[in-house]
Nanobody, 122 residues
Framework: VQLQASGGGLVQPGESLRLSCLASGFTLDDYVIGWFRQAPGREREIVSA????????YYADSVKGRFAISRDNAKNMVYLQMNSLKPEDTAVYYC????????????????WGQGTQVTVSS
């Protein structure tokens, strides 16, 4: 079982990035997928989550209206489109999988990717 996050980088405030999460070794559509982030000195927090069939999604208040989560189960991929990035979005971003019906808590996620760094700075 493996989740591989990619797409991070260094961008200026107001710019966009799209993160990708490639799943392997398991059937993606059996799992809720979440994106989390962890900034230096802070706890890991949920950013967004998407249900198995993509009919339900969750966003943290801090990213509502700026980020969009999507999934392509046929390609074993989940995406996080991040627009209007702010310096406070700087963090390592992780994708994770949960077998729960709907999961927004860190403890519900059992498989984790390695993280990709997002830095927003002028």
């Amino acid at each position: 079982v493996q989740l591989q996050a990619s797409g991070g980088g260094l961008v200026q405030p107001g710019e966009s990035l799209r993160l990708s999460c490639l799943a392997s070794g398991f059937t993606l559509d059996d799992y809720v997928i979440g994106w989390f982030r962890q900034a230096p000195g802070r706890e890991r927090e949920i950013v967004s989550a998407i249900s198995r069939t993509a009919n339900t999604s969750y966003y943290a208040d801090s990213v509502k209206g700026r980020f969009a989560i999507s999934r392509d189960n046929a390609k074993n991929m989940v995406y996080l489109q991040m627009n209007s990035l702010k310096p406070e979005d700087t963090a390592v971003y992780y994708c994770a999988a949960s077998g729960s019906y709907y999961a927004t808590r860190l403890a519900e996620y059992i498989y984790w990717g390695q993280g990709t760094q997002v830095t927003v700075s002028s």
